[in-house]
């Protein structure tokens, strides 16, 4: 008896594969294939594959991140004549919030897509796919393909590439350009936050409660920085700064840096904040942060919380990119930090370091009184049954001594919530607070002291109290 091998795998034959020829002979059929083998390499091989389609084009590959072709057309640089999406994922993204019945928006996530598009009367063949790239991260990128058919038979093959250069470099100047944005660093990578840029577009240096004669200090510095080239040049002083804003938590620091952002934007200086350099090769984050930062100058580079940013692993390293061989000109650095005493010396007092540096201290009584006037006219715009007096402002100030911008705001939201929960039992039938609604706003006597609002701020005013006593005891 033969031996057998017990191990043998017979399988039945592979079925047979019904595509048509049209659809067997397309880029998106070569992409298909070469997605379900063994992928390596998708931009070499799918353009090896586009060169036979198309041997009488000029054939050019760039990232979408760097060149966003459709993009660019949907801004009206360009015209989109037809579009032709193979592949696409489809992903819900929630609402950032549902209080006001917001649904979410499905968004598409290109896999490979085919256009046609027209650029300074030259017709460009476009296709978008996701490629694998081993050894970057993220591995799966995407690439635009692009090609040029010469218009005249003889045009040279050079003059074929210039003309996709040129649509490249007109797309990508407006891809890194700013629409409404403000660049943000997070977890190794660079992107575009329109939601940052509405939030500095809400502060404003008047509602900037601090010494005017600070504030005028710190919007010279940096405003002014910028315009100031020639001056750095003429004394021969590098064009570059690094700022600190330090000082206990809640008095200005980040209103006063999101209104920076939001007057520099204006003189078209950019903003590039920083999140985090992330646990995993943070070396790596801090060296895309300052290649950004030196690619787009002049700008703002924002480093908040700086102490929690930079640990003892990455201190030299950051120090380095501060300022050792590589040149930061146009560059202002701006940290800010609630324990200036936590960051290390070699930022905080070495020269040409973080040398400059503003105190955001607790705001006295006249800060605090205008603060109060800043939530009078809130409240007055919002609320008309909320008796609110001018006088009631220099009151308010005079027993939060000690307390800072954000305890106070603690106390107007602690004390506007009660009196919405004492009201709705009013409304409800049972019984609301003796006396609002019946004083005269111009009575200077004992009648401030039935006011709803100044009764619940005392009160909330002595609870916010003990939490700072317990703070300064720990």
Not at 3 to 20: G, K, N, R, W
Not at 113 to 121: A, P
Not at 338 to 367: E, T, V
Not at 402 to 410: P, R
Request: hydrophobic residues 35%; contains cysteine; proline residues 5%.
């Amino acid at each position: 008896m033969e031996d057998v091998d017990s191990f043998t795998l017979i399988s039945p034959p592979a079925p047979e594969q019904h595509e048509s020829a049209e659809h067997s002979h397309t880029p998106f059929a070569d992409f298909e294939q070469h997605s379900t083998s063994a992928r390596k390499a998708t931009v070499v091989v799918l353009s090896n594959k586009l060169r036979q389609h198309y041997p009488d084009h000029a054939l050019s590959v760039v990232t979408t991140s760097t060149c966003n072709i459709l993009g660019f057309c949907d801004a009206g640089k360009a015209t989109l004549e037809a579009w032709n999406p193979q592949l696409k994922l489809r992903t819900y993204q929630a609402p950032s919030t549902q209080l006001d019945g917001q649904e979410g928006v499905v968004l598409h996530q290109t896999v490979f897509d085919e256009c046609k598009i027209t650029y300074k009367d030259r017709d460009f063949l476009v296709y978008i796919a996701e490629c694998l790239k081993e050894g970057v991260y993220p591995p799966l990128q995407l690439h635009n393909f692009i090609l040029y058919r010469p218009q005249q038979p003889d045009e040279p093959p050079e003059l074929a590439s210039a003309v996709i250069d040129n649509l490249i470099l007109e797309a990508s100047k407006w891809t890194l350009e700013l629409h409404q944005e403000i660049w943000i660093f997070d977890q190794l990578s660079w992107s575009k936050s329109h939601e940052l840029w509405q939030s500095a577009q809400d502060a404003d240096w008047d509602d900037v409660i601090l010494d005017e004669e600070m504030k005028r200090s710190v919007r010279d510095d940096i405003e002014g920085f910028f315009g100031e080239r020639d001056e750095y040049r003429r004394f021969a002083i590098p064009w570059k700064r690094c700022i600190i804003f330090h000082g206990p938590p809640g008095n200005g620091k980040t209103i006063s840096i999101r209104a920076l952002m939001k007057t520099l934007a204006l003189s078209s200086v950019a903003s590039l904040y920083v999140k985090s350099f992330t646990t995993f090769n943070p070396e790596y984050g801090i060296r895309r942060v300052f290649q950004k930062a030196r690619a787009t100058a002049p700008c703002l580079l924002i480093f908040e919380d700086v102490d929690s940013l930079i640990t003892p692993r990455t201190r030299s390293y950051f120090l380095n990119e501060v300022d050792g061989l590589e040149k930061n000109e146009g560059v202002l650095m701006l940290g800010s930090t609630n324990h200036l005493d936590l960051l290390d010396p070699g930022i905080s007092r070495r020269p040409s370091r973080f040398d400059r540096k503003y105190l955001f201290p607790l705001p006295d009584g006249r800060q605090r009184e205008r603060y109060c006037g800043f939530w009078r006219s809130k409240i007055g715009e919002r609320n008309e049954e909320i008796k609110f007096p001018e006088r009631l402002c220099g009151r308010i100030a005079g027993i939060t001594e000690g307390f800072s911008f954000a305890y106070l705001k603690e106390a107007f939201v602690a004390s506007l919530l009660e009196l919405l929960v004492r009201r709705k039992g009013v409304l409800a039938g049972g019984h609301g607070e003796k006396g609002e609604g019946d004083e005269d706003e111009d009575d200077d006597g004992d009648g401030i002291e039935e006011l709803p609002l100044w009764r619940e701020m005392k009160r909330q005013v002595e609870l916010l109290r003990g939490e700072l006593d317990d703070e300064a005891a720990v």
